[in-house]
């Protein structure tokens, strides 16, 4: 069995954790591991910690290496701690890359350079680099709406033939198309991730291994639900949760995602809704309309699943 198949981490529900954060500001550290906690108990597969949702790019490196650390003695071998790595620099990144490794992490999520939007070479570059500073299984971030930068299915082939520890790529481009043109050019080569919350059930159909959530961190068993049913279910009984889910999912779609799902996550008694600038907590309007769809998909909760 080659290295880069033994074992996975990128496979199930992998939730992008928020980091919930003090009425000075610092992070709320027990808080973090309680809400931890709960996912795992609630049978998610991995968590990811310092992502976009978990406002790493607001997170010092020091931050960022503690909320590892947090995590790595009391979550389950089960469930493995990924660090997400996002810098302005590739030293940075590559160091973050390093740093997650001895705090314990069981995997790398790999962001493109904040900020700048290089061409293809200089992106493969810093790929290249922080990916080759650890011995840890990395998975690619592609977000070209948040990040500017466009990794095709082409690019990672000729990231993954230069990486044999790049094994996987979260998709966030929003075109489900992506996931099975990355299967057709590198078969199980790379496994891939969908990273919309909205366009969930289309990637588990596509051929994608692992889910990395965001309204997980309020709905951590309802998303395990989902994920499977769209995994194995026939599609009539996965679009009947799904279709339940899609007005509280389509928020991790939006420019406040942040800020919404951290809000419905501690409405469902997680976490903390306060964010770090430049985001502000939403105004009186925003988050009426946001509890309005929290009650709403409350009040009418899915039916229970019928027996085979």
């Known amino acids: ?3 880069s198949r033994a074992p996975s981490v990128w496979s199930g529900v992998l939730v992008a954790i928020t980091t919930p954060f003090g009425p000075d500001g610092s992070i709320d550290h027990a808080e973090f591991v309680r809400h931890a906690r709960w996912l795992a108990a609630s049978g998610v597969d991995g968590i990811v ?4 949702l978990g406002e790493g790019g607001s997170l010092s ?3 960022r290496r503690a909320l590892v650390a947090d995590l790595v003695p009391v979550l389950p071998a089960t ?3 990924v660090a997400a790595v996002g810098a302005t620099t590739t030293a940075a990144a590559a160091l973050q890359a390093r740093e997650a ?3 314990g992490a069981r995997g790398l999520l790999v962001l493109p350079p904040y900020v700048y939007r290089g061409d293809r070479r200089e992106v493969h570059a810093h790929f290249a680099s922080v990916v080759r500073a650890t011995d840890l299984p990395c998975m690619l971030y592609n977000n070209p709406v948040a990040y500017g930068t466009d990794v095709a299915p082409e690019d990672v082939r000729a990231l993954a033939d230069d990486l044999p520890n790049l094994t996987g ?3 966030s481009s929003g075109d489900v198309r992506r996931i099975t043109a990355l299967r057709a050019l590198l078969g199980d080569r790379i496994e891939v991730a969908v990273g919309l919350d909205d366009a969930v059930l289309e990637g588990a159909r596509a051929g994608a291994t692992s889910w990395v959530a965001g309204l997980a961190n309020g709905f951590p068993a309802e998303s395990v639900a989902l994920w499977a049913a769209g995994r194995r279910d026939p599609p009539a009984r996965a679009f009947e949760l799904y279709r ?4 509280l999912l389509r928020m991790d779609t939006g420019p406040k ?3 919404e799902i951290k809000l419905v996550t501690a409405d469902r008694g997680y976490g903390s809704p306060r964010v770090r600038p430049p985001r502000l907590e939403l105004t009186d309007a925003e988050r009426d309309a946001t509890r309005a769809i929290l009650r709403d998909r409350l009040k009418h909760p899915p039916r229970p699943r019928r027996a085979a």
């Open 1 to 3: 069995m080659s290295p």
């Open 49 to 52: 910690v310092a992502g976009s």
């Open 61 to 63: 490196a020091e931050e």
């Open 79 to 81: 469930v493995p701690v």
């Open 101 to 103: 490794q001895a705090a």
């Open 169 to 171: 790529v979260k998709e």
């Open 244 to 247: 339940w889910f899609l007005p």
């Open 257 to 259: 995602f942040v800020q």
